[in-house]
């Protein structure tokens, strides 16, 4: 029997061992400051390893122990040289220290160590030195190969404890040995779910995330309704416990199943996997993270080449004139050497060199400029495409947005961040053979600053260039069924979406598809019958044809669902998320889907 003092000194050790292994997930990065300057900067990291893309949450900590007040600008760049960059200046008074939380763009990486993905931090200001470090890729991707590694997933501190080393010893034993270049790699990161993130952001790196009942009670409402805006985006939670029962759930505010028993989320998925809280169920986990039906964002993003998205057909890229370019070149050549030496500046006159030269050197800019003008335009035009998932019960709408646009001459290339949202350019490349190259685009700048702002690459002069988009804004649009007066008569349809709906469709609780046809916003529409052919028809013409890669897997999440209904509308430019303003958006169109409201 153990002695009290042995009892004392056991508890005393679990509780240490608990504590050390909690405060694993996430990764403090500090920075390297100048002792006088009684300055301290750190950066605190919810995740412990960079995800292959989306955005990752951070919270700047500053601690200015001088006697004035100083400015500080954190710099985050994902990879070693150019890629997105994502900057935020913070100004804090003397003797007072500020906690801000922020999100960095983590670009588009493909997970594996074929490509090893990192994000690197640096700080100017007083008594700053220098960066604080990288947060990199899961040390359990060393020995995996970069087309068998499992989606990024998010496992919480408490199944960590019971899980984390298992789980990597089964990734291990399934890869051949620690070390071995085949198999399965982990690509998971720990997380503390006390720290979650309030912005959904925060979540977009993730395919999946682990967390237990007790977790999920436990979370604050920002960071619950955060986590659950990603899950309308795609996200997947795996809920782990031991009673999941209905009631249990109910009483856990878990949304309820729809009548196939699948919690759904937007076009996310909430699961559930049993657990007693003491034996990690390793091969029901192994199974999870190997078994993931679909890419994940990162993968679909780099599936925009290769002619997979018709969008690009809609927008021609800018032409090239060669034989123009030849003429201008051969009538400069002429005009800046044997004209400017023989006849503006003669033998006896060389001095003029100092003015006809630069002269000739600006009327020629100013020739090009105006032939790109004349042949291209100002801004540019383009075509896009707007997803808009329905959230009734949260009052809200999930926005995937891809677009295509070919610029001229820009004035400006930056444009304001009006609203909490991910960015990511793709190929626009409409070649059979394209594909989207990363350690190409790192060559290129694309600038957030303060999150308030876009510039950089994100447009350039006469570029044929495509972005996805991904938003989530409070909303009380929906669309509402009033059943007919019998069980076989049609229903009637109230859209309060704010925009003209050229067609509406709906499938009901009893599996029928009923349509309606230019419904206004507050006309209220009796529909009719229509068939199941003749919805997946209107779906292929008016969304899917032009869909790219994640859009349209999104929109499979939730197509041909019972309770759902559907609709179009050409008025996108009230849904879609702005960016440049000198863009002229001539093919457009927004497509809804998600659960109807029943009168």
């Known amino acids: 029997m153990l002695t009290p003092i042995r009892k004392i000194l056991c508890s005393a050790l679990l509780a240490g061992c608990l504590t050390s292994s909690l405060q694993a997930a996430g990764k403090n990065l500090p920075f390297p400051t100048d002792p006088a300057s009684g300055v301290k900067i750190e950066v605190a990291s919810w995740l412990d390893?960079?995800?292959?893309?989306?955005?990752?949450p951070?919270?700047?900590?500053?601690?200015?122990?001088?006697?004035?007040a100083h400015d500080w600008m954190i710099t985050a760049t994902d990879g070693y040289n150019g890629g997105t960059t994502t900057t935020l200046s913070v100004s804090v008074p003397a003797g007072r220290t500020a906690e801000v939380p922020f999100t960095a763009a983590s670009g588009l990486r493909d997970s594996g160590s074929s490509y090893y993905r990192m994000m690197n931090f640096s700080v100017t200001g007083y008594?700053?030195?220098?960066?604080?470090?990288?947060?990199?890729?899961?040390?359990?991707?060393?020995?995996?190969?970069?087309?068998?590694?499992?989606?990024?997933l998010a496992i919480s501190s408490q199944l960590s404890l019971k899980g984390w080393s298992a789980l990597s010893d089964k990734f291990d034993k399934a890869s051949g040995g620690k070390g071995s270049s085949s198999g399965t790699g982990l690509d998971a990161t720990q997380v503390d779910m006390a720290k979650a993130p309030d912005d959904w952001r925060g979540y977009s790196g993730l395919a999946q995330l682990w967390m237990t009942d007790g977790e999920w009670s436990a979370m604050g409402g920002s960071a619950k309704a955060a986590m659950l805006e990603w899950v309308a985006?795609?996200?997947?939670?795996?809920?782990?416990?031991?009673?999941?029962?209905?009631?249990r759930l109910a009483g856990l505010k878990v949304p309820l199943p729809s009548s196939d028993g699948v919690r759904?989320?937007?076009?996310?998925?909430?699961?559930?996997?049993?657990?007693?809280?003491?034996?990690f169920p390793v091969d029901e986990a192994f199974k999870l993270t190997t078994s993931m039906t679909g890419d994940p964002v990162p993968k679909q993003l780099s599936n925009y080449g290769?002619?997979?998205?018709?969008?690009?057909?809609?927008?021609?890229?800018?032409?090239?004139?060669?034989?123009?370019?030849?003429?201008f070149i051969v009538v400069f050549g002429i005009l800046v050497g044997p004209v400017n030496l023989y006849w503006l500046a003669g033998a006896k006159r060389r001095q003029r060199l100092f003015w006809t030269t630069p002269l000739i050197s600006l009327a020629g800019s100013a020739l090009l400029v105006a032939l790109m003008i004349l042949q291209d335009g100002i801004g540019g035009s383009g075509a896009r495409r707007v997803l808009a998932l329905m959230l009734p019960e949260q009052n809200k709408l999930a926005l995937v947005q891809e677009q295509i646009s070919r610029t001229g001459v820009l004035l400006g290339r930056s444009f304001a961040i009006e609203e909490p949202s991910w960015m990511q350019q793709v190929s626009a490349d409409n070649t059979s053979s394209s594909s989207f190259n990363p350690r190409g685009e790192m060559a290129r700048q694309f600038l957030e600053s303060d999150q308030r702002t876009r510039s950089g690459n994100w447009f350039s002069n006469r570029a044929l260039q495509a972005q996805v988009?991904?938003?989530?804004?409070?909303?009380r649009g929906h669309i509402e069924i009033f059943p007919g007066s019998g069980d076989n008569d049609p229903p009637s349809v109230v859209s309060s979406l704010g925009a003209t709906l050229a067609n509406v469709f709906i499938i009901d609780d009893k599996h029928r598809c009923w349509r309606a046809e230019q419904s206004g916003t507050g006309e209220r529409k009796i529909m009719k019958s229509c068939t199941k052919g003749?919805?997946?028809?209107?779906?292929?013409?008016?969304?899917?044809?032009?869909?790219?890669?994640?859009?349209?897997?999104?929109?499979?999440?939730l197509n041909m669902l019972p309770g759902h209904a559907y609709a179009e509308s050409a008025e996108a430019s009230k849904f879609a998320v702005k960016t440049l303003d000198s863009i002229r958006w001539n093919d457009e169109r927004v497509i809804f889907a998600g659960p109807y409201v029943k009168h």
């Open 306 to 327: 290769g002619g997979k998205w018709k969008l690009r057909d809609a927008v021609a890229a800018p032409s090239l004139r060669a034989l123009l370019i030849f003429g």
């Open 58 to 68: 951070f919270i700047l900590k500053i601690t200015n122990g001088s006697n004035s």
């Open 233 to 247: 985006l795609g996200g997947h939670i795996i809920l782990f416990g031991d009673d999941l029962s209905e009631a």
């Open 534 to 557: 003749e919805f997946q028809s209107w779906i292929q013409s008016s969304a899917q044809s032009d869909m790219g890669p994640v859009s349209r897997a999104m929109f499979d999440a």
């Open 127 to 152: 008594g700053a030195l220098g960066s604080a470090g990288q947060l990199q890729q899961p040390d359990t991707l060393s020995g995996a190969s970069h087309s068998s590694t499992t989606p990024f």
């Open 49 to 56: 390893a960079c995800p292959p893309g989306g955005m990752a």
């Open 264 to 279: 759904r989320i937007g076009a996310g998925r909430i699961l559930t996997q049993k657990w007693d809280g003491k034996t």
């Open 469 to 475: 988009i991904s938003a989530v804004r409070p909303s």
